[in-house]
């Protein structure tokens, strides 16, 4: 960012299909080894299909969306929350949009969606300077 330009949304990040390579390799970079992230039998025993993504591996890419949008240098607040689980073959859509800035920091709310359905939500607080 610029000092004293306006931030500007950044054109929607399109990302997938999933696939259970990216699971797994997410689970390995996090040490998230839930049974329904890598094993089929155990998700299918949960209710779903077959393995589902972790939160985490949606909320990072959201992360990855905003800071290289604005820098992770003027990234000063993030929060998620999961809202619905990522199968395989997902193909997962980020956007964000500018809210109100105030006392140099902006306002950004943030989605991740499959097929229109917000998986992740997350609010942010960057500096805008």
């Known amino acids: 960012m610029t000092a004293g330009t306006p931030l500007v949304a950044p054109d929607a990040r399109r990302i997938g299909p999933v696939t259970r390579t990216d699971i797994v390799r997410f689970a390995g970079a996090g040490g998230d080894f839930n049974p329904l992230h890598h094993d089929p039998d155990a998700a299918r025993a949960a209710g779903f ?6 939160g985490q591996f949606q909320a990072g890419l959201l992360a990855g ?3 290289d949008w604005v820098g992770v240098e003027n990234l000063r607040r993030l929060e998620v929350r999961f809202r619905a689980p990522v199968r395989l073959g997902d193909v997962l859509e980020l956007s964000a949009t500018v809210g109100e800035a105030a006392d140099g920091l902006t306002a950004v709310s943030l989605v991740a969606s499959v097929g229109g359905v917000v ?7 960057v500096e805008a300077r």
């Open 49 to 54: 299909d077959d393995v589902i993504a972790m």
């Open 65 to 67: 969306y905003l800071t």
């Open 119 to 125: 998986v992740v939500s997350a609010e942010a607080s």
